[in-house]
Structures are given as structure tokens and as C-alpha cells.
């Protein structure tokens, strides 16, 4: 247990689930505008939610899982705050995995509940350095989806690892066991 906080304390720098369909939480691609609200979606005035964030991570060649979502994960509080337009500020204000930050992830929300935020800087290149993995592409974009209830989004990374200063140690990730899918979560909903 006190490696999973501690894995979630460094990764969750930037991080959260799903190696397979099941848990992905991700809408599938031309779903996203098709959202329906549940609820009129506020601007006046922030949002209060809960939930979890969490992270999964797999050896891309075997499949052989080494943090599995349902046990390496931060019960979350945060509170979502409308800008101008579309422009959202995502703050996380209580997690095990950030103790005594708080972290704000900035993005969009369109008023069809299509999401996207970006993890800070600081917190990619934290978890570039526990785990080794070059983090590209999209790496620190979560795209999801809030449908004034549930928020829900994910960013993915997929590529070598050297293990770095946590995952080599712990898990005893390395270049050789090949190329590593990593995959970073957020799950919250209203609370009322």
C-alpha cells in the first residue's frame, strides 16, 4: 500500500487508467459532440466534485499490467470554475497523490459537454523523470467529457521506458522489457 501512494504521489504529478476497453474513459472518436446534458450546466458559479483520479500501466509487447487502476488510485476533490467562453480551470484542492497542493489543470468545456485540460508542466516533467518514459504526442491532454453530473477524462502515452527513479526501482521497468502503455485518468461527479 505505501508504494501505491507513493507511485500515486509522484505519478499523479500528471497521471490516471486504462489498459483495456472496460476501463477506458475516453469517448470513442465522433461521440464526443453527440453528448447529451443530464442537466443544465451552470456558469455562474463553481462546481464542487469528487471522485478519483488514477493511473494504469502495461508492457505494451506481453500485456503484463504492473499498476493496475482499481488499487493505485487518489480519492479527489476539486472544484471546477468557469472563465470566459469555453475556458475552464479544473482545480484539484484535496488528493493524497498532490499532498498539500493544489493543481490547477486549465482547458475548455464546449457547451456540448466535449472536455480537454492540460496537466501543468511541473507535472509531466515529474513523471518523466520517476518513470523514465518520454512523454509525446498528446501526453498531458486529457480529453473526456462532463455532462454536468459526471466528468470524466484520460490522456495516454505509449513508448520506451528506462524506469527512472521510481518505476525501475519498484517495478524494475527497463528499455529491455520494451515499449510501455501508459495511461492517466480523472473520474469525479457532482457532488450535491
Not at 476533490?77 to 493524497?96: K, Q, V
Request: with cysteine; charged share 15%; proline share 5%.
Amino acid at each position: 500500500m505505501k508504494h501505491c501512494i507513493v507511485i500515486l504521489a509522484l505519478i499523479s504529478a500528471v497521471v490516471w487508467t486504462g489498459c483495456s476497453e472496460e476501463t477506458r474513459l475516453t469517448p470513442v472518436a465522433g461521440e464526443q459532440n453527440e453528448l447529451s446534458l443530464s442537466k443544465t450546466i451552470s456558469r455562474d458559479g463553481p462546481i464542487s466534485l469528487s471522485g478519483r483520479d488514477f493511473v494504469s500501466a502495461y508492457y505494451a509487447k506481453s500485456g503484463e499490467l504492473f499498476i493496475d487502476p482499481a488499487v493505485n488510485f487518489c480519492e479527489t476533490n476539486a472544484i471546477l470554475h468557469f472563465l470566459d467562453g469555453n475556458n475552464i480551470i479544473l482545480e484539484i484542492i484535496d488528493s493524497p497523490c498532490w499532498p498539500g497542493q493544489t493543481v490547477n489543470l486549465e482547458g475548455t468545456l464546449t457547451p456540448g459537454g466535449e472536455l480537454k485540460l492540460y496537466w501543468p508542466e511541473f507535472a509531466i516533467a515529474t513523471l518523466e523523470g520517476a518513470t523514465g518514459c518520454t512523454l509525446s504526442g498528446t501526453w498531458g491532454v486529457l480529453h473526456g467529457s462532463f455532462d454536468g453530473e459526471t466528468l470524466q477524462a484520460s490522456t495516454h502515452n505509449h513508448g520506451p521506458c528506462s524506469g527512472g527513479t521510481f518505476w525501475g526501482p519498484v517495478f524494475g521497468v527497463s528499455f529491455e522489457k520494451g515499449p510501455v502503455h501508459l495511461t492517466s485518468s480523472i473520474d469525479l461527479t457532482v457532488e450535491e
